[in-house]
């Protein structure tokens, strides 16, 4: 999922060292067996670069950012990529219990603050969950306790894309609900769209002795079909300085990066079942480390690395029920869940205390 799904996410911490890249590719799969070979493999541009999977699976990968997706081949080599953008969210839970009876706690991750939402209680209440134009945030970030009774069994989470391209948001389904069930602790993750993940075109060339990547998603799909084709067929009689937003070098397998190599087995299609907070500093990730000897505490519904001395608490992933939702039609409360601003004095009230 460039998809980002917040700092939640270990995939964000493969890429800690690389560079956002400014364009997204995909490999070649099914049509020549020589040719795919040929595809697999590490292609590196200005600032970043893409892995080819021999599995219809490609890995934009830069710093914090991986976008992987999908690929179609045409029967003449062009390939259609289709980045992966769904779900927009995805909820965690776990039952909590430090918290009171009738708390319910519920951490909002990264990318909220750069997309505008809403949460909507079952009886319909609904509140924008971040101020406009927030700034100044807390480390510990778009977390809140919520009265149970208050907001009741079910919950809803709203996306706006009024800020966004058509062509990144079309069919794609912006609500989500989730019953709370017996949970009461919840983690709510959000896929932050970018232009990176707009459906593309792309295909092999040779260039000056170089085997390469031609890519776009410069408009409409079939728009990217056509630049790339007429790049690939004038591909000899155009210049490098033409080509180089186009054009990305495949790397020799001995110069692959080892995390790449890793990224082989590390099926970046699938969205983590599981995420891990710690006790005591409430950091997040989606594994850690001596998993499988993790000891688990039934009166604290908490699991202990033995080893390091280090508490978690577990969460499940949710099932969730999708639709969609027009925003211009939401009776906003008129307060926001959290409010972060410090250069400028707001009226807006906020709801309750964030923490």
Not at 116 to 139: H, M, R, V
Not at 193 to 198: D, E, F, K, P, S
Not at 277 to 282: D, N
């Amino acid at each position: 999922m460039s998809i980002i799904l917040l700092s939640l996410s270990l995939k964000n911490s493969v890429m800690k060292n690389k560079t956002l890249i400014p364009l997204i590719f995909l490999m070649l799969f099914g049509v020549v067996s020589a040719q795919n070979k040929d595809l697999v493999g590490s292609y590196k541009g200005r600032g970043g670069g893409i892995f080819l999977f021999p599995n219809k699976i490609f890995v934009l990968y830069g710093y914090m950012t991986i976008v992987p997706g999908t690929y179609e081949v045409l029967p003449d080599g062009i390939v259609l990529m289709k980045p992966k953008k769904e779900p927009i969210f995805l909820v965690y839970a776990s039952q909590n219990k430090s918290l009171k009876p009738d708390e319910v706690r519920i951490r909002f991750g990264n990318g909220f603050e750069d997309n505008k939402s809403y949460l909507q209680f079952e009886d319909g209440k609904t509140f924008q969950i971040l101020n406009d134009n927030a700034n100044c945030f807390p480390s510990l970030r778009f977390t809140h306790i919520f009265s149970k009774r208050e907001i009741g069994k079910k919950l809803t989470v709203i996306a706006d894309f009024s800020d966004k391209t058509p062509l990144l948001t079309q069919g794609l389904k912006n609500t989500i609900q989730f019953s709370l069930g017996d949970n009461n602790d919840f983690l709510v993750a959000t896929t932050n769209l970018t232009h990176y993940q707009i459906d593309g075109a792309a295909a092999l060339v040779e260039k000056e002795g170089y085997t390469c990547l031609l890519y776009t998603n410069w408009g409409a799909p079939k728009d990217s079909e056509k630049i790339v084709r007429n790049l690939r067929k004038e591909i000899d009689k155009t210049s490098l300085e033409k080509l180089r937003r186009f054009l990305f070098a495949k790397e020799e397998p001995k110069d692959v990066d080892k995390e790449m190599e890793e990224m082989l087995n590390f099926d970046t299609l699938d969205d983590p079942k599981v995420m891990y907070m710690t006790v005591e500093s409430e950091s997040i990730s989606s594994g850690v480390s001596n998993e499988d000897f993790l000891e688990y505490n039934a009166s604290k519904n908490v699991y202990k690395d033995p080893c390091n001395n280090i508490e978690y608490y577990k969460f499940q992933l949710l099932e969730t029920q999708k639709s969609n939702t027009d925003p211009q039609k939401l009776k906003l409360q008129p307060k926001t869940i959290f409010h972060y601003e410090c250069e400028q004095p707001s009226k807006r009230r906020i709801y309750g205390a964030s923490n």
